[in-house]
């Protein structure tokens, strides 16, 4: 018979022997998203660590990439305490958060109810998550980390299905042929995934500011910057500083582009358009990736350190 390990439960004593401080947890699991995506059923993006947010400091801040909502995450070492409880609640009031989530080595009974509270009395599409993070051993094996659910929104919140119809199968396809060109010419380009939807949405290092590629209802195929910080006027003193820089953007770009207020709307957009549908022909939607994939890059190169160097507050 074969013989199996013991598994051993570290304390948090071992756990800041690994991140001496909450930064570089943040750092730690900012660079491994992926293990809460896949625990949530999410396609967060991290755009930034210790975010700004009136005279205090968000640890993570990013986009779920298929609800496109902003996400603060909160982490602190041992016990949850109201103090970081009450973070995750300002900070996404302040930055009107989709999904707030609460990181502890163990999050106590109090804060369970408080956070399970929070998201029977709050809208459908805001949800609260408490997730614990243990290290766990197998006899003498490296530490390796184990994050569990212990609060979650109801059932009433859950997503609703995605949508597989012939046509946002072939924006899927279309989409994760585009990401494939991106990651051979960039392999961290981005962690965000092609979905069934019309558009793609990538970040760009800072929340609330989104690099996009999407198809129009007029055909017309864009790579964009779009602008929602949750506040309308700070989208427009960012579409406002960033148009500041309207010549040299261009310049670089090596387009005019389209400079969109969306005056009716709450969001921003800067983009360049070409002609395009999904229904065209394999031929036609391979020039759109080749016209796509080199601007995706260019725009990301251009408006990443702009964008970042915003100010809002």
Aim: glycine share 6%; hydrophobic share 35%.
């Amino acid at each position: 018979m074969t013989e199996i390990g013991e598994i051993k439960k570290l304390g948090s004593k071992k756990i800041k022997e690994i991140w001496p401080n909450e930064r570089d947890l943040s750092n730690w699991i900012a660079k491994h998203i992926e293990l809460l995506n896949d625990l949530l059923n999410t396609q967060i993006e991290i755009e930034g660590i210790e975010v700004p947010a009136q005279n205090f400091f968000i640890d993570l801040m990013g986009t779920d990439k298929i609800s496109q909502v902003p996400v603060i995450i909160e982490n602190q070492f041992g016990k949850s305490d109201h103090d970081h409880l009450g973070k995750l609640i300002t900070y996404s009031s302040v930055k009107e958060a989709g999904i707030a989530i609460l990181i502890s080595n163990e999050i106590q009974y109090a804060h369970r109810k408080a956070i399970n509270w929070q998201n029977q009395i709050t809208p459908d599409d805001m949800t609260f998550y408490g997730v614990e993070l243990e290290l766990l051993q197998i006899d003498d094996s490296k530490p390796a980390p184990y994050f569990r659910i212990v609060a979650e929104p109801p059932p009433r919140k859950s997503k609703p299905p995605i949508d597989k119809s012939p046509k946002n199968i072939r924006y899927q396809a279309f989409f994760d042929k585009l990401r494939k060109k991106l990651l051979e010419k960039n392999p961290n380009f981005t962690r965000a995934k092609a979905l069934y939807q019309s558009w793609w949405s990538l970040g760009i290092g800072r929340a609330g500011f989104i690099l996009g590629v999407n198809f129009t209802i007029d055909d017309r195929f864009r790579v964009e910057i779009y602008i929602d910080t949750g506040n309308k006027e700070f989208n427009e003193k960012a579409f406002e500083a960033l148009k500041e820089n309207r010549v040299y953007i261009e310049k670089e770009i090596g387009n005019k582009l389209e400079w969109d207020r969306l005056t009716e709307k709450r969001a921003c957009r800067i983009y360049l358009p070409t002609k395009g549908s999904i229904d065209d022909s394999e031929e036609e939607l391979d020039k759109l990736i080749n016209w796509g994939c080199p601007l995706l890059i260019k725009f990301k190169e251009v408006f990443g350190p702009l964008v970042k160097n915003v100010q809002l507050d």
